[in-house]
């Protein structure tokens, strides 16, 4: 259910429905989603896609990017554009030479049985900003903390 309630999330943010919901939302639920999708906008700007991914990391913390692009049906290219901008450090180097700050919301690291593998997990911000997430969305329910 909680994943379903990501996704859902992450398509109404792309369609830019969320902007015109406004305050004409009575549904419950639908407004935790409003709530919980501007607590996110506020915290961090990032792309639909790499939204899907901080969830689906979130989901499954320590899965290997290959197991993100295949649960995800996406390219390497694309789960490297959105690893690289939830991670602290974005791969790619502004005009100066220093590398573009990322959300810090990951941390990637090597497999150590496997020196080509990448896994991913939640940094401590991330790990908040779920948690926060969650109390938004369940605020019935007992968050972990």
């Not at 197991?67 to 390497?76: H, Y």
């Amino acid at each position: 259910m909680r994943i379903v309630l990501s996704v859902c999330i992450t398509t109404i943010k792309s369609m830019g429905l969320i902007c015109m919901m406004g305050p004409q939302v009575t549904d419950p639920l639908v407004l935790r989603f409003v709530e919980a999708d501007r607590m996110l906008r506020e915290e961090v700007t990032l792309t639909s896609e790499a939204i899907g991914v901080f969830f689906y990391i979130a989901s499954h913390e320590g899965c290997s990017k290959v197991d993100l692009e295949d649960a995800c049906d996406m390219s390497s290219a694309t789960s490297s554009r959105s690893t690289d901008l939830l991670s602290v450090e974005h791969r790619l180097k502004d005009k100066d030479g220093t590398r573009r700050k990322g959300a810090g919301l990951i941390v990637k690291s090597r497999d150590p049985q496997d020196k080509r593998a990448v896994r991913l997990k939640l940094s401590e911000k991330g790990k908040d900003l779920i948690d926060r997430f969650k109390r938004v969305l369940y605020p019935d329910e007992c968050c972990e903390a």
